[in-house]
């Protein structure tokens, strides 16, 4: 089992190095089995494990950032995760970047548990980055975004996420009188100022189909993970709409849309060469 170890590079250095080389294009790989069975590949453990790998295989040393979605994995039990360990390990391999989606937020002493696992140096599941949910409050993620620092890794907050329901919780006003997102976006800000550095290790995830808004990203000083294109509906022209203002480095991502162009390997490069033919001149790398 090969292990993750830190480069002891920044993860927004590393990230904007990746970016400038391939291009901003996040391949989620989101094994469900209905892309199994479009893929000819069994609902078992050996199909999730071709169909996960056969992607990066296909697509690693052309893209960015791969982020494989735990819950595939951890569907098929043990057997799973240990799919989802050589997933990335393989993405190391490729020297594209690993963002894993687990979506994680408990109370601190919990949070450096799952820190533990994901972002810590030697941890079999270490990724360059993962997801956070700041719904126990921002600071509650303190301990995980620390060690990722110290690791040469990076965290990315929801804020505005692609779902209809999102705007429930995420737009409604604090006691301070700001939005719920603003004030995630807000705190990620001011520690990505702290950092010192040009592209900070605390991203967000912001929905590419949340449409045109209000929302200020200007101090942000860290990336934008920015699901939602091709199966939930959202295009390039979207994301002209929903960064309008954004000057930090936006990293759209899709997963259906690509994996479903599998299992050829020729097919799987044309289609992310062409999302990123055309979303290459909207973004600013940052
Ligand atoms: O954190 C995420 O990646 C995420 C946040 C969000 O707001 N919306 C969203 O779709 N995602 C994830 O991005 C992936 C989207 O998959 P596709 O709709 O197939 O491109 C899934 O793994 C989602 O869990």
């Known amino acids: 089992m090969t292990v993750a170890t830190s480069t002891g590079t920044p993860y927004g250095q590393r990230l904007g190095e990746t970016v400038r080389a391939r291009g901003a294009l996040c391949v989620g790989i989101d094994p469900h089995p209905a892309l199994l069975d479009r893929w000819d590949l069994?609902?078992?453990?050996?199909?999730?494990?071709?169909?996960?790998?056969?992607?990066v295989e296909a697509l690693g040393e052309t893209v960015a950032v791969f982020k494989p979605q735990s819950?595939?994995?951890?569907?098929?039990?043990?057997a799973?995760?240990?799919?989802?360990?050589?997933v990335l390990?393989?993405?190391?391999?490729?020297?594209?970047?690993s963002l894993l989606d687990v979506k994680r937020g408990d109370i601190g002493s919990t949070m450096d548990a799952y820190a533990a696992a994901y972002l810590a140096d030697g941890s079999p599941?270490?990724?360059?980055?993962?997801?956070?949910?700041?719904?126990l409050g921002f600071g509650s993620l303190r301990g995980a975004i620390d060690l990722a620092?110290?690791?040469?890794?990076?965290?990315?907050?929801?804020?505005?996420?692609?779902?209809?329901?999102?705007?429930q919780f995420q737009y409604a006003v604090t006691a301070e009188g700001r939005t719920v997102a603003q004030t995630i976006i807000d705190e990620a800000s001011a520690l990505n100022a702290a950092s010192g550095l040009p592209i900070g290790p605390v991203g967000l995830v912001v929905g590419a189909t949340i449409g045109r808004n209000s929302f200020d990203f200007s101090r942000l000083g860290g990336s934008i993970l920015a699901p939602g294109l091709g199966a939930q509906g959202a295009g390039p022209e979207d994301l002209a709409d929903v960064f309008a203002d954004a000057t930090t480095l936006v990293l759209p991502s899709a997963s259906r849309e690509i994996i479903s162009a599998g299992p050829d390997p020729e097919a799987l490069r044309q289609v992310a060469a062409g999302w990123l033919a055309r979303i290459g001149p909207i973004l600013s790398v940052g």
Do not use: H, K, Q
């Open 89 to 97: 390990a393989d993405c190391r391999a490729y020297g594209a970047l």
């Open 71 to 78: 819950a595939f994995f951890e569907a098929y039990g043990s």
């Open 125 to 135: 599941l270490a990724a360059d980055a993962i997801t956070l949910s700041p719904y």
């Open 149 to 167: 620092v110290s690791n040469g890794r990076g965290v990315y907050v929801l804020a505005l996420t692609s779902n209809p329901e999102g705007p």
């Open 42 to 55: 069994p609902r078992d453990v050996s199909g999730l494990e071709r169909c996960a790998r056969g992607l």
């Open 80 to 86: 799973g995760i240990a799919v989802l360990e050589r």
